[in-house]
Structure formats: C-alpha cells, structure tokens
T-cell receptor, first 110, second 113 residues
Framework: QKEVEQNSGPLSVPEGAIASLNCTYS??????FFWYRQYSGKSPELIMSIYSNGDKEDGRFTAQLNKASQYVSLLIRDSQPSDSATYLCAVNNAGNMLTFGGGTRLMVKP | SAVISQKPSRDICQRGTSLTIQCQVD?????MFWYRQQPGQSLTLIAT?????????ESGFVIDKFPISRPNLTFSTLTVSNMSPEDSSIYLCSVDQRTDTQYFGPGTRLTVL
C-alpha cells in the first residue's frame, strides 16, 4: 500500500510568519511530488511541483524534497489570512496516478 | 493549463437513483481521472478514463457502480449508480496533458437522501 502521510492540523500561524507543512511518503520509487491548495468548498488548485532533491521557490512558496528521507515540505513565507486552506501533498507513483495525503489545514490569524 | 468544467455543480438525489456527471475540457488531453472526496477526507482515485476503451478502476471501485465513458479526448462522464447516502461526496475530474501534472475541475457536490 503506497501511503502519503500529513499531519491533519490545524496548523495555526500568525500573519507574516512562515508556515511549514510536511509530508512523508512510503514508495521510494516515487518521482514527482505536488502541493495542492484547497479552499473550503472548492476543488484542489496546484501550487507547486518538485522533482529533484533540494529546494524550489515560487514567490512566497518553497517546496523542499529529500528523497533519501522520503520527505517533502512546503514553506509559505509572509503568511496571509488568504493562505488559510487545506494543503494536500500528492505523490506520483506510476502511470501518472497521484496518491494524496490527508491534507493539513492551515489557519493564518491576523 | 486546460479549462475544465463539470456539470452539474451540485445535486440532491434520492437513494436508488443514478446521476451522471459530465467533465468537459477546452483542449485535447491524454489522460482524465475521476476522484471522490468524502466529507472531511482527502481525494481517492476512482478510475482512469481511457479514450476509446474501458476505464481502469482502482481497488474498491467497480464498473457496475461507477460506469465511465470517454468518447473523445475532451469529454468524459461518470455515473453514480443505485445511490445510497454513503455516496454523498464531491466528485472531481482531473486531466493530465502529458506534463505529469494533474489539474482539477470545479467538482460536483452530491447529496443522497
């Protein structure tokens, strides 16, 4: 059973702080990793993808991948109340199919 | 990324009936998928919709309950058959344009009474 694990939260951070979201996965052969943001009542929206070990930055978002530790994280700098959402980690195992983690609910307090 | 629409956006149905959900993409895509998201849960893949052939179902999902059609590269339907309250979920289609990245439609919120 290929698994993707996330802390369900809620993770509460003050506005302007860095939010750190973590994800571990069980399939060592996984090659592609994604972070989706899902607002309540909406569908998931892709915010980051990462394929290689290290960091990938896009605006206020940084994805970090460590394949040896089977760990992927998402950092959100200067967190805003509009970042409050559930963040889903997804891993592509094979055949372009994604396995999703349970999601971490982030709350950014003004 | 492709523009994806789903119909209906929501519906309330009686148990024992069936509902067909449509997914339309504004460009041809290689792969289309159907997911279910039960209340408070994450996404679970139901099946991969294959153009011109039978869908590939994940463990726990069967064709009799969730028949899927994909007549061309821009359109797919998912039918939820003989519904029960346990089928109340959000149903989402997603597409992959050979970029190894999936984009989701807006979803269909189904309530079964």
């Amino acid at each position: 059973q290929k698994e993707v694990e996330q802390n369900s939260g809620p993770l509460s951070v003050p506005e302007g702080a860095i939010a750190s979201l973590n994800c571990t996965y069980s399939d060592r052969g996984s090659q592609s990793f994604f972070w989706y943001r899902q607002y309540s009542g909406k569908s998931p929206e892709l915010i980051m993808s990462i394929y290689s070990n290290g960091d990938k930055e896009d605006g206020r978002f940084t994805a970090q991948l460590n394949k040896a530790s089977q760990y992927v994280s998402l950092l959100i700098r200067d967190s805003q109340p509009s970042d409050s959402a559930t963040y889903l980690c997804a891993v592509n195992n094979a055949g372009n199919m994604l396995t999703f983690g349970g999601g971490t609910r982030l709350m950014v307090k003004p | 990324s492709a523009v994806i629409s789903q119909k209906p956006s929501r519906d309330i149905c009686q148990r024992g009936t069936s509902l067909t959900i449509q997914c339309q993409v504004d460009s041809q895509v290689t792969m289309m998928f159907w997911y279910r998201q039960q209340p408070g849960q994450s996404l679970t893949l139901i099946a991969t919709a294959n153009q011109g052939s039978e869908a590939t179902y994940e463990s726990g999902f069967v064709i009799d309950k969730f028949p899927i059609s994909r007549p061309n590269l821009t359109f797919s339907t998912l039918t939820v058959s003989n519904m029960s309250p346990e089928d109340s979920s959000i149903y989402l289609c997603s597409v992959d344009q050979r970029t190894d990245t999936q984009y989701f439609g807006p979803g269909t919120r189904l309530t079964v009474l």
